[in-house]
């Protein structure tokens, strides 16, 4: 526990107050917003920052040439009032009075330096990158030593904080418990949006920035094989996504609408890669092993690795290789991954009633149809559609295998000529 100080102890609502180190940490360490507060030239300054804790010492991120900064170089250091705080909710009253907001706040006072050695910075700068994400410094360059000159942390000891939360619902007067307007709490939560790559970037979205990471079920490893390369989806391929299936017939029975533009198809991967960051689909781009050309996009969803199933489907090719090995072959590595790797014992596959030729590709592979689902999902046109089905269990996995790898091998050498 912190021990309470005249310039920590609350002078009202003193139930929302808390001394519990614990509960701080948890605070600073889930928190990005963070202000340090300081006086110049006996004014106050407000300075929104970067902060980590390592310990119990919070470190915040600065310019070398920043008031704040300097001010600390000096032996007595900065006197500093920080405030970090999470926004958990607004709560609406019946009563203008009671609308109000669900928080967790820390507010930690002292004296802050400067830290000057090398070998510190970089310690606490290390610190900082694996706030915003956990194995992101081993994936990223190191500062060199004129970064470092030029960045500046400032030290401040965790001695003198308190915590101060607001929870729960409308706190509403009895005589206004009938009024007949609505209250109650709309929750608030920080979500990362889907990661946007730099213009040029090739690497793949690395595991600790999709919407599930940790789990393979939702890593979109690269696959190969002897016709089709699967890797993770970006929107860096959605210009040649374009350019490969821009027919009408590709979109014909999927549940968006043809892509008419360069701009709809980046609307279209935005759009798998936001149900990526939710964990609901892992997309992936095709490309032609012979060529290296983007020919189309697949993906798993309805992802369950407690029940350890998946579904595969958002699947669209480009006309030209319809007919040819790369979706059975597509489809072998998808099988091949969900069954061998992640220790699957149900891959689903679910089809409009009216695509016959994508119901006649699924059978081919050794699924099972199970049944319809009748006004399933709604198409792009507006009417509804009924859902075929398909299902491959584990024990069926081994003789689809087989065969499938026949077929593969035996139009090898089509493909070739």
Known sequence: MYAPTARTTASRSRDRMSYDRATAHAVLDEAYHCVLGFVVDGEPRLLPTLHVRVGDTLYLHGSTG??????????????????????????????????????????????????????DKRTVLTALVEKAAAGRAADS????????????????????????????????????????????VVPLRQVAGPPEPDTGVTAPLPAYLSGSAGSPWYEPVPLRGGHVLLEPLTTAHADDLFTATAEPEVWAHLSHPTPTDP??????????????????????????????????????YDIDPARRSVAIGYTWLGRPWWGSAVNTEAKLLLLGRAFDELGAVRVVWQTDIRNTRSQAAIARLGATREGVLRMHRQRPDGSWRDT??????????????????????????????
Request: aromatic letters at 6%; one cysteine or more.
């Open 66 to 119: 920043s008031r704040p900064l300097l001010a600390a170089r000096g032996d007595a250091g900065l006197p500093v009032c920080v405030t970090v705080t999470l926004l958990d909710g607004l709560v609406f009253g019946r009563s203008q009075f009671h609308h109000s907001a669900n928080y967790r706040s820390v507010v930690a006072h002292g004296t802050a330096h400067l830290v000057t050695g090398e070998d």
């Open 388 to 417: 075929v089905q398909y299902a491959m269990t584990v024990d069926e996995w081994p003789n689809a295998q087989a065969r499938l790898r026949e077929w593969l091998r035996r139009s090898a050498p089509a493909e070739r000529g």
């Open 263 to 300: 701009a709809a198809m980046r609307a279209v991967v935005t759009t798998a890669l936001d149900a990526r960051q939710r964990g609901e689909r892992v997309p992936w781009v095709q490309r032609c092993a012979r060529t290296g050309a983007v020919i189309g996009s697949t993906s798993y």
């Open 141 to 184: 360059r190191p500062p060199s030593r004129r970064e470092l000159a030029e960045t500046a942390v400032l030290a401040l000891p965790l001695h003198e904080v308190s915590v101060r939360t607001r929870t729960g619902g409308v706190r509403d007067e009895p005589a206004d418990l009938d009024l007949p307007y609505w209250a109650g």
